[in-house]
């Protein structure tokens, strides 16, 4: 047996040698190419995951850095730094030089010294962050103001289109671009739009503009080879950016459902692994030395970027909403091996944190909008809760833009109200520096202030997560961008972090109820509430807001009452005074923990009213035709009005949330296609009906025009308002209407940006006056540009609505905007005050009316103290009031716990409602 195994074994051996001498002579014989050495290293190259290069830090200067730049040093200020998770603060200064950060903290003056050329920022004390980095933006490519020669956001051809690049479309004269470098902005994402489920690539860019003013030189790290360039072998890769999106908006743009839009995701991955599988081939017989007919390698430049998706060099920005498409996203990622960086928009990710969990590769994050939602299905049940319960969940949480959705100017504004909302302030500050660095894959060098990180910083007036807090000065790569930065004081409270209200149990609501947590106000259990430890309270008076009562030091605010009986305030003071022993036992207490009690709010501009949900016609009103187009319905009849009233939605979830916030009163005028919108009708926000006690204040107020939304000629529209007006032109119920503006003090209401259309509205009032001998009540809406006319339009006795309260030049109309602080010294309201114009503050979307009671705070933070709290107040309250025709002032009062309502401390406790005898409790 054994002599039979041997034979064997040597036959083997035998027959094995032969064979390999036969395959050495045939491997001999092989052209190797003469590109081999670059094949093996591409090859090598394929699955290297990109980073920064070794020794990134020890650069001497930045690759960004501009000859010439002075080296500036940051002294005695307050210096967030993103380490520690967000908690570390230290107190020193911050050397830039070349581009870099060269010092943090307790610098030596030797090093100080070093330096003969050095500018020096005295910063006193004021709070030093990273740079603002956005993580969603389509600044540069949906671009400000909205021109058709410069809107590149969406490609429509087709479904998956993973080479397009937003780069390719960046405009480098954005407006958009100083306007948030004023905010502390200093890198953003550019994405393509959401309209494909694979809208292409996207790339990071600083917003500074460049000597070669060019928009490959902002980008942040170009991938080596973006411009044909010679990649150095010994540079590991650079990260890339990709949009996805799913749900609704591919969807609706091709006409689809989800089924076809996660069939194209699926059948455009598959054409990516078959192109990965087929490079993976051809490596392992290149790596192998097997160079038999090996032929070229198979690349493919369509397909590439989302090739290098599957290998994990690129950020994948996911657009998707609900738990639907989120659960075939995470799906998608196990069925084809690749990770998400970010689910953006993401409004149900707090609904389900334990499937984002389950992604290929790492967790994806979430970035979010603070409390921007209902404007379509998938976003009705997006949460202001959902910052703070995801990160309790462990996952990272992103704040973002979406520009111009929001103005990115203000995206530490979404920080700002997720920290109100409950994210910790740590974790709120770094949702918009080194967590959204992080997420992009560019910690490295933004995002953090370190030693050899990118010299990108903001230096604060305020501390960043308070209301209203903006820039003295922004640096990005060591490079002032502020000319001469016009600096608000602050009051001293706003230099530490706001103590927010305790909203844990409204955290837990929203998700027991899916989303939909009940909203609807709950009645006093008495008659009789009394509001103890109470610091302020302002009330109505004589058409005007005034301070009622102040008791700032603390032991007489604990002492201080006000007295509420069938929703009517009685008495305020030192309880003493008020004798609370005449109210019995039946009384119910509420501690306002050194709050206060002021005006409720108004809320004008949006469709607040007649809105659940903006995309679906059946839960919202519509729009009512433009007279002045071919198609007006006939059955109408000539002259007829469209009455808001008759179309008044209850119980919208924005309107209950205004309600929440110290809104109590809408008024908002038809929706419209342009020109004619009918008339406004005031309604209260807090109702369940238009039956119900109190739902409807006023069926009437102003008569609305727009001419804005018209596709019509502005002249055209201009002498349609002049044959109504002054040549009598209107017929049946119109002509009535315009009747009563003529001389019953009816409002003219006009909806109009533009300084040179509101000249002319001018000179047709004065026109309109002279033929009729009348003055007649014109209130301009919108009015980006009035400032420009403030002197004439005080003089002519015409108030204006700002919407939005901060301005926004998003079309050309709209341009010529005053920005404010730090941009200008004044703003649109102080400017048109200053001119005896009455102003009042409006919104542009129902969903921000809950916002009203910021804007206000916002608003007198601004004016630096020319702007007392009561004119603050009675921007949103009993200004609007008279613009609009309001007949019988509202009293309502809001009582506010812990703070005020117009900062991040307060937290409405009650409606005091003397118009409806009762007291309501949030």
């Excluded at 996952?395 to 920080?415: C, F, T, W």
């Excluded at 939304?709 to 529209?717: A, E, G, L, M, N």
């Excluded at 009042?840 to 129902?846: A, V």
């Amino acid at each position: 047996m054994t002599t039979v195994l041997l034979v064997i074994a040597s036959s083997s051996v035998v027959l094995y040698n032969s064979a390999s001498l036969e395959w050495n002579q045939r491997k001999r014989q092989v052209h190797v190419p003469i590109n081999a050495a670059e094949i093996v290293h591409k090859c090598n190259s394929l699955n290297i995951l990109p980073g920064p290069p070794k020794n990134f830090h020890s650069r001497s200067q930045s690759d960004r850095f501009q000859p010439g730049t002075q080296p500036t040093l940051i002294k005695n200020a307050t210096l967030w730094t993103g380490r520690s998770e967000g908690h570390e603060v230290l107190s020193g200064s911050l050397l830039l030089d070349k581009g870099i950060i060269k010092a943090v903290g307790n610098i030596e003056q030797a090093v100080i010294d070093a330096y003969d050329n050095l500018n020096v920022i005295e910063a006193h004390g004021a709070w030093v962050t990273p740079g603002i980095v956005d993580v969603h933006s389509h600044i540069g490519v949906d671009s400000i103001p909205e021109l058709k020669g410069s809107d590149d956001t969406n490609s429509f051809k087709g479904l998956v289109l993973p080479w397009l690049r937003s780069l390719d479309g960046l405009n480098t004269h954005d407006e958009s671009y100083r306007l948030s470098i004023s905010g502390g902005v200093t890198t953003v994402n550019v994405l393509p739009g959401s309209a494909d489920a694979i809208g292409g690539q996207a790339f990071t860019i600083k917003l500074r503009s460049t000597a070669e003013r060019s928009p490959s030189s902002m980008v942040l790290e170009p991938p080596h080879n973006l411009n044909g360039t010679h990649i150095d072998p010994s540079l590991p890769p650079r990260w890339r950016q990709m949009k996805h999106a799913c749900g609704e908006n591919p969807s609706g743009v091709y006409q689809g459902t989800r089924m076809d839009t996660q069939w194209a995701f699926r059948e455009g991955y598959n054409t990516a692994r078959q192109v990965k599988d087929k490079q993976d081939a051809y490596c392992s017989k290149a790596l192998s030395g097997d160079w038999q007919d090996l032929g070229e390698f198979p690349d493919d430049l369509q397909w590439e970027a989302l090739v290098d998706v599957l290998r994990g060099r690129v950020k994948v920005h996911n657009h998707c909403y609900e738990a639907v498409d989120l659960d075939n996203m995470v799906r998608l990622t196990n069925e084809f091996k690749f990770s998400i960086a970010a689910f953006h928009h993401a409004h149900e990710t707090y609904l389900v944190p334990d499937l984002l969990k389950k992604a290929y590769g790492k967790t994806p994050a979430v970035a979010l909008f603070a409390t921007n939602a209902r404007y379509k299905r998938e976003a009705y049940r997006g949460s202001e809760f959902a910052p703070r319960i995801l990160s309790d969940h462990g996952l990272q949480v992103v704040m973002k833009s979406d520009h111009p959705v929001l103005n990115s100017r203000h995206v530490l504004y979404e920080a700002q109200q997720a920290h109100y909302y409950g994210l910790p302030s740590n974790l709120a500050l770094a949702s918009v520096t080194s967590t959204s660095a992080t997420i992009l894959g560019y910690d490295h060098r933004i995002g953090y202030l370190k030693e050899g990180h990118d010299a990108d910083v903001a230096i604060w007036d305020s501390h960043p997560l308070t209301l209203g807090a903006a820039p003295t000065q922004v640096l990005i790569d060591g490079i002032a961008q502020l000319e001469k930065p016009f600096v608000v004081k602050k009051p001293s409270e706003s230099q530490k972090v706001p103590e927010t209200p305790n909203f844990d149990e409204d955290a837990k609501e929203a998700v027991k109820y899916d989303g939909l947590p009940p909203l609807e106000p709950k009645k006093a259990k008495a008659e009789v509430v009394i509001f103890n430890n109470v610091s302020e309270i302002f009330i109505r008076k004589a058409g005007k807001v005034e301070a009622a009562y102040m008791a700032k030091e603390a032991n007489l605010r604990s002492d201080s009452v006000a007295v509420a009986v069938h929703g009517e305030l009685v008495c305020f003071g030192v309880a003493d005074e008020c004798g609370l022993a005449q109210y019995g036992a039946d009384v119910q207490h509420i501690d306002l923990e050194g709050g206060s009690i002021s005006p409720s709010l108004l809320s004008y501009g949006a469709p607040l009213g007649l809105v659940h949900i903006d995309a679906e016609a059946s839960a919202n009103d519509g729009s009512a035709a433009n007279p002045l187009d071919d198609d007006q319905p006939k059955l109408l009849g000539p002259g007829s009005v469209i009455r808001a009233v008759d179309g008044l939605l209850f119980s919208s979830r924005d309107a209950l949330l205004a309600y929440r916030a110290g809104v109590t009163t809408g008024i908002s005028a038809p929706q419209t296609d342009g020109f004619l919108a009918g008339i406004g009708a005031a309604f209260g926000t807090g109702l369940p009906h238009r039956l119900a006690h109190g739902a409807v204040l006023q069926q009437e107020t102003a008569l609305h025009f727009d001419l804005i939304s018209s596709k019509t000629s502005v002249s055209t529209q201009m002498a349609a308002l002049r044959n109504l007006f002054v040549a009598s032109g209107a017929k049946g119920e119109l002509a009535d209407r315009i009747e009563r503006v003529l001389w019953h003090g009816v409002p003219l209401v006009v909806r109009v940006h533009s300084a040179d259309i509101i000249a002319t509205l001018l000179e047709l009032k004065k026109e309109i006056e002279n033929k009729h001998g009348t003055d007649i009540k014109l209130t301009i809406v919108g009015g980006a540009e009035a400032h420009l006319l403030a002197r004439e339009i005080g003089k002519a006795g015409v108030g204006v609505i700002l919407i939005p309260s901060r301005p926004f030049p998003t079309t050309w109309k709209s341009k010529r905007i005053l920005p404010g602080p730090p941009l200008s010294q004044d703003s649109a309201i102080s400017v048109l005050i200053a001119h005896g114009v009455i102003v009042g503050l409006g919104i542009e979307e129902q969903w921000s009316a809950r916002h009203t009671r910021f804007d206000v705070g916002w608003a007198a933070l601004e004016a630096g103290g020319d702007l007392s709290k009561s004119e603050a107040i009675a921007l949103a309250s009993v200004n609007l009031e008279q613009l609009l025709g309001l007949r019988d002032a509202v009293t309502d009062l809001v009582a506010v716990k812990q703070g005020t309502l117009f900062d991040f401390e307060g937290k409405v406790a009650g409606i005091i409602s003397q118009q409806r005898g009762l007291v309501d409790m949030i």
